[in-house]
């Protein structure tokens, strides 16, 4: 009886897991930051690879989160509604494509390109050390921006589309 209660106890906590987050397959949703910065370097076939990861994990990760969001809402026909599981899956997508694709790739090129331009005024510098500074550049401000980017793209989302499509109270 007891082996049958901590299988029942290992199920619950197997089930109210947030693979997407709290796992390390989290960290697939930064290949595409990792993969900007080394630009300069990388073969465009891997390049675009780094970029099919990340958004086929955004996309798990969206079609999981009605059913991720059942195990924390106390009132559990709030999602029965597919509106409602639809909004939540669009809010997630969104979310996570703004903050995890489209931003920080279009900021990371910047910095990237930026670097790279103006180490190319140093004539003393081979080419393997310019792009290879100008890989690090951008490597080393993705944990600098990872935050102020999150928050910009909640406060973006609450003053625009979650005005029209609410999610659940107790989200």
């Not at 697939?28 to 990792?34: D, K, N, R």
């Not at 559990?76 to 909004?87: C, G, M, P, Q, Y």
């Not at 081979?126 to 944990?143: E, F, G, H, R, V």
Request: net charge positive; glycine share 4%.
């Amino acid at each position: 009886m007891a082996g049958a209660d901590s299988f029942q106890l290992v199920v619950r906590d197997l089930e109210a897991l947030d693979w997407y987050r709290e796992t390390p397959l989290r960290k697939l949703g930064y290949i595409s930051q990792v993969a900007e910065s080394l630009r300069p370097i990388l073969p465009r076939w891997l390049f675009a690879m780094g970029y099919v990861t990340p958004a086929s994990y955004v996309g798990a990760m969206a079609m999981d989160e009605p059913r991720r969001m059942r195990a924390h809402l106390k009132d559990k026909k709030v999602l029965d509604a597919r509106s409602t599981r639809a909004r939540l899956i669009l809010d997630t997508a969104v979310w996570q494509l703004l903050s995890n694709l489209i931003i920080p790739g279009i900021f990371l090129r910047q910095v990237s390109k930026r670097s790279l331009h103006l180490l190319s005024k140093n004539r003393k510098m081979n080419n393997w050390a310019k792009k290879s500074i100008a890989c690090a550049i951008p490597l080393a401000t993705i944990p600098i921006i990872e935050r102020p980017i999150d928050a910009a793209v909640q406060m973006g989302l609450n003053s625009t589309i979650r005005q029209y499509w609410p999610l659940p109270k107790d989200r």
